[in-house]
């Protein structure tokens, strides 16, 4: 790169490894460049020493290895530490070692070079297998190749000095025990040229929250060591040299990031519950079992709302029955005995998968999506169901429980029902509570019959606003139409909320409602006792929660439902939030 | 000396995957017999986590387990315990 194009800003797409955001100064990782020493020894006495050369290689590793995984601390770090035992598993591995010794014996060539040729033999297999997590192990043995034969060579990092603080690592690729150290130091943020979602670098950097963006390609050549660069962890974009507009807003939007991840850790351990005693249960909204840490962190009791969908996007071939029970097992695992809520997929309308895709119609939000797509499809649907029994058995003590999206009428839920009954009694699973979504104005409507086949129910405040009140959110021409403090929303939660506690039903709320301090009295006032959201956005509600006293927010439902316009109630609430929590705004 | 040999099905949902197949090998290597896997006639060194992760074996896997050596006896035998768990990748071989 010459040096007037090193300094206009310039951006490079890559994907999302692990979300946030960094900036810092590059750090160029030692790795596709150097290339494998191979030479021949010329005596027969240098085999043994040449093995033996190999041998103490492989124990000093080891031993490194051994150093950082007593660095990790107590379960947070649990994902890191078993990556870290099944990589010196491999590090002592037969198939590596013995043939790689017979090389250096009957071929006489230097270690670095036998354990090379080991290596390209072994990876083809791992090329051949379908199971795109079995395939990614690959990338591991390839690191653990590097690592020796850095090891070997004496040669230890790419610089000439360790990587530190403010640095952003830019890399071919990167080991897990690296990976680890460079997360403890720790570093801005980290840019790899390989990878995928399912690699060991996006795992760690998740766990350690560190901004993380792979598979940017060509970023060891296009990125100059010592030049400035925005990581965002979640769009997947670096941007190199930025000019003061990005740098600022970046700067922004770390600060942001820090003071909520700072509240979370503080206010996680109190208990959520009013001044007058009413008591709240905060669950989380996740995509994947990486934020499972994140979440409890933040204080979530559980997960309110899994949105299983995700899993189905941007790909070839829908998942296997094993891929999803691999996932949701570590779902699972990970919340233990919390309560795990696991949304079917809500596929169709605009979020299909490449494979599945058909025609959206003119108005996809109104088409062949959430449970009216399950039960079209019902060997996908099933397999959902099966996977989720099974990670529900994998793990002691587990409390899963299944909602279903998009629910507009009884008989939906009670095929929905019979279906997983079946599967639960062909997987011998313990029965799994049932909820339904509430959305659609036709489930508001009829609450009390779906409450005949519905153990829950929850709120998704999102979709019920745009249906309600006739709004297409991507219309940018009614986009200000978009009113949840509408009165026909206040009657339609106060309903509800009314004939859930008639019928003995836990009813809550998952949409961005929830996690917003403006609406949380009034969700309050109205007796709703379970709110999921965002794990960042938790610990500002829950401080909402500890000082807005329950019979205080019922008397604010009572003015609001006597208003007819939306200034006016606009006006009432942000008085109260000014009154009681202004800080907090 | 004799060749002691089982069957054992994978039983854990992920299939035997990094972790569950990492406690395999590190069952296998605290035994002196040999110890192998085999699965549809292709025979790996169940020392060997690369030899098991290229099996790649799903859920439902059934798999011979044949060992030779002074312990071949007490290995299959604890083969036959760790594969009844899953294996499960959280508990440590007992």
């Known amino acids: 790169m010459t040096r007037s194009r090193s300094e206009s800003e310039g951006a490079l797409r890559g994907i999302p490894g692990a979300p946030g955001i960094g900036i810092g100064a590059v750090y160029l990782m030692l790795g596709r460049g150097a290339a494998v020493p191979h030479y021949t020894l010329r005596r027969h006495r240098e085999v043994g020493s040449e093995i033996r050369r190999f041998e103490r290689a492989i124990d000093r590793v080891d031993r490194a290895m051994i150093e950082i995984e007593r660095s990790l601390d107590g379960q947070a770090a649990q994902e890191p530490r078993l990556i870290l035992e099944t990589q010196r598993t491999l590090l002592h591995d037969p198939q590596i070692i013995e043939p790689t010794i017979r090389r250096i014996e009957h071929d006489r060539i230097n270690a670095e070079a036998a354990l090379h040729q080991t290596i390209e033999e072994i990876l083809p297999a791992f090329e051949a297998i379908d199971d795109p997590y079995l395939r990614a192990r690959g990338e591991d043995i390839r690191?653990?190749?590097?690592?020796?034969?850095?090891?070997?060579?004496?040669?230890k990092r790419g610089g000439p000095r360790q990587p530190g603080p403010g640095d952003v690592i830019v890399a071919e690729s990167i080991d897990p025990a690296t990976m680890i150290e460079l997360a403890q130091i720790p570093v801005a943020g980290i840019v790899t040229e390989t990878g995928s979602a399912v690699s060991h670098m996006a795992i760690i950097a998740r766990t350690f929250g560190i901004p993380t963006v792979l598979a940017v390609d060509q970023a060891t050549d296009q990125i100059p060591s010592g030049t400035t660069v925005v990581v965002d962890g979640k769009t997947g974009i670096v941007v190199v040299n930025p000019g003061d507009t990005v740098l600022q807003q970046a700067r922004r939007r770390q600060r942001d990031l820090q003071r909520r991840l700072v509240r979370a850790q503080q206010e996680a351990a109190e208990p959520a519950v009013t001044p007058d005693g009413f008591r709240v249960r905060f669950l989380a909204n996740i995509d994947a079992p990486e934020e499972a840490s994140l979440a409890l962190r933040c204080g979530a009791e559980g997960v309110g709302l899994y949105r299983t969908e995700v899993l189905f996007l941007n790909r070839d071939r829908p998942p296997s029955l094993a891929e999803l029970t691999r996932i949701y097992s570590r779902v699972v695992r990970r919340f233990g005995s919390r309560l795990v809520t696991f949304r079917t997929m809500d596929l169709g309308g605009d979020k299909l998968p490449t494979s599945l895709a058909f025609s959206a119609g003119q108005n996809p939000a109104m088409g062949l999506r959430g449970i009216r797509y399950s039960l079209q499809n019902t060997s996908l649907f099933d397999r959902q169901i099966t996977a989720i029994c099974r990670a529900t058995r994998a793990v002691d003590n587990s409390n899963v429980r299944i909602m279903i999206p998009l629910v507009t009428s009884h008989e939906e839920?009670?095929?929905?029902?019979?279906?997983?009954?079946?599967?639960?009694?062909?997987?011998?699973?313990?029965?799994?509570?049932?909820?339904?979504?509430?959305?659609?104005?036709?489930?508001?409507?009829?609450?009390?019959?779906l409450a005949r086949d519905a153990d829950f129910f929850s709120i998704g405040t999102n979709d019920l606003i745009q249906y309600v009140l006739a709004i297409d959110r991507t219309n940018e021409l009614v986009d200000y139409l978009y009113a949840p403090l509408h009165p026909a929303i206040m009657r339609l939660l106060r309903q509800v909320t009314q004939i859930c506690r008639d019928a003995g039903r836990e009813v809550g709320v998952c949409g961005e409602m929830a996690g917003d301090p403006m609406f949380v009295p009034l969700l309050l006032g109205f007796?709703?006792?379970?709110?999921?959201?965002?794990?960042?956005?938790?610990?500002?509600?829950?401080?909402?929660?500890?000082?807005?006293?329950?019979?205080v927010a019922e008397e604010l439902v009572q003015g609001v439902m006597a208003l007819s316009d939306l200034d006016d109630v606009q006006q009432l609430l942000r008085h109260f939030a000014e009154e009681h929590f202004a800080d907090l705004l | 000396m004799s060749a002691h040999r089982t069957t054992v099905c994978v039983t854990n949902p992920e299939g035997l995957h990094a972790r569950p197949a990492n406690r395999v090998a590190q069952l296998a290597n605290r035994y002196e017999a040999q110890i192998w896997l085999v699965r549809d006639g292709i025979r790996i060194n169940a020392k060997s986590l690369l030899g098991i992760l290229t099996l790649a074996c799903p859920s439902g896997t059934e798999l011979l387990v044949e060992a030779e050596g002074p312990d071949a006896a007490e290995a299959v035998a604890a083969m036959e315990v760790l594969f009844a768990s899953g294996p499960n990748p959280d508990k440590e071989p007992e």
């Open chain 1, 413 to 449: 839920i009670r095929l929905a029902r019979q279906r997983i009954e079946a599967i639960v009694e062909r997987e011998r699973c313990d029965p799994v509570p049932l909820g339904v979504m509430l959305e659609t104005p036709a489930s508001m409507l009829i609450t009390d019959l």
């Open chain 1, 527 to 551: 007796g709703i006792e379970t709110l999921s959201m965002a794990p960042t956005a938790i610990p500002r509600i829950h401080a909402i929660v500890r000082r807005t006293p329950q019979r």
């Open chain 1, 143 to 155: 690191q653990l190749e590097r690592r020796l034969v850095l090891e070997l060579s004496g040669l």
